[in-house]
């Protein structure tokens, strides 16, 4: 037998949304927490980093309100992280290491870039 599905009014289906989206912010905002804490970064460190007031990344972390892309931009910024890796790590809710520590070598020379290779040789021939 066939469960019949209640139908929900324009008024339920708004609040679902904004329900949904209410959870998206929060849920961005605690990402964004973690991020901020595991490099050891105060929120002041951080406004300071991606030229953002304080009141914005609190507001951030609350899920407060929605950041625009330019907001994005310095948040990445700040975090020392490309978009990609900031939403990459957000959608899946787990920092993706392999995508940070390319976005930290991005910006290295050439001469850096083969001693962190041989380092990484070093200590991965080791075992």
Known sequence: MARRVPKL????????????WTKLHRRFGDHVRRMRNSRALTQEALAERSDLSVDAIRRIERG????SLDTLGKL???????????FHSFDLERTDGVAE????????SG???????RVLQAMFDER
């Open 9 to 20: 009014s324009a008024a339920n289906m708004a609040k679902n949304r904004l329900t949904t």
């Open 101 to 108: 520590i390319c976005d930290f070598l991005a910006c290295r």
């Open 64 to 67: 407060a309100f929605s950041p």
């Open 111 to 117: 001469s850096e870039l083969k001693l962190a290779w």
């Open 76 to 86: 990445s910024v700040g975090l020392d992280v490309s978009l990609k890796t900031l």
